[in-house]
């Protein structure tokens, strides 16, 4: 139980690094090069820019600290699945806004912010830390390290040599990990 605790809390310190980019860059280009003064989806055009530097930023983050032991070999893929449920966690979040500002008719500014920023936001969160753990980062997905960096696979995050994994009587299904680097692709 401890450690989900400090891996949510990891989780939650990406999360938080995202949000500061997304707030930030979003409000510097609707402010200067996407002012709807200049262009009249320029809002959106800084959203879509702030909310995709977010999502590469939590993909690192979670990559190499949050779920970083178990991180696949299968980097485009990974990424892919991470962007899958990246946006799935952003669904959740508009759909919050949605019902409340069209369906209900909570069209006030803190209405929007309480249904799109508290609820949409802990909702989106819990569905996409379930999701980063069970599917994208799962244990039985990563072998301990990226192939993008085959010299470094027999070493923990701090760089010391990795203790020897052990499979008790033999019941192991996985065959033995290939010598040569796997396609990173």
């Given at each position: 139980m401890?450690?989900?605790?400090?891996?949510?809390?990891?989780?939650?310190?990406?999360?938080?690094?995202?949000?500061v980019i997304d707030f930030g860059v979003f409000?510097?280009?609707?402010?200067?090069?996407?002012?709807?003064?200049?262009?009249?989806?320029?809002?959106?055009?800084?959203?879509?820019?702030s909310?995709?530097?977010a999502i590469i930023a939590n993909w690192v983050g979670n990559r190499y600290w949050t779920f970083?032991?178990?991180?696949?070999?299968?980097?485009?893929?990974?990424?892919?699945e991470f962007l899958v449920v990246s946006l799935g966690g952003m669904?959740?979040?508009?759909?919050?806004?949605?019902?409340?500002?069209?369906?209900?008719?909570?069209?006030?500014?803190?209405?929007?912010?309480?249904?799109?920023?508290?609820?949409?936001?802990?909702?989106g969160t819990a569905f996409r830390f379930t999701l980063y753990k069970t599917w994208?980062?799962?244990?039985?997905?990563?072998d301990g390290g990226p192939a993008v960096f085959p010299a470094d696979e027999g070493a923990d995050a701090a760089g010391a040599p990795a203790a020897p994994v052990t499979e008790a009587r033999g019941t192991s299904s996985r065959p033995p990990a290939a010598t040569a680097p796997a396609d990173a692709g």
């Open positions: 401890r450690k989900l605790i400090s891996q949510f809390a990891r989780f939650g310190v990406v999360g938080l690094v995202g949000l409000n510097i280009l609707r402010a200067t090069v996407f002012a709807p003064e200049n262009l009249h989806e320029g809002p959106v055009l800084a959203k879509v820019v909310t995709g530097l970083r032991e178990h991180r696949g070999r299968q980097l485009w893929r990974e990424f892919a669904a959740i979040g508009l759909a919050c806004l949605w019902i409340s500002h069209y369906v209900l008719g909570f069209t006030s500014i803190l209405a929007d912010n309480i249904s799109g920023n508290v609820i949409g936001l802990a909702l994208v980062f799962a244990p039985h997905r990563g």
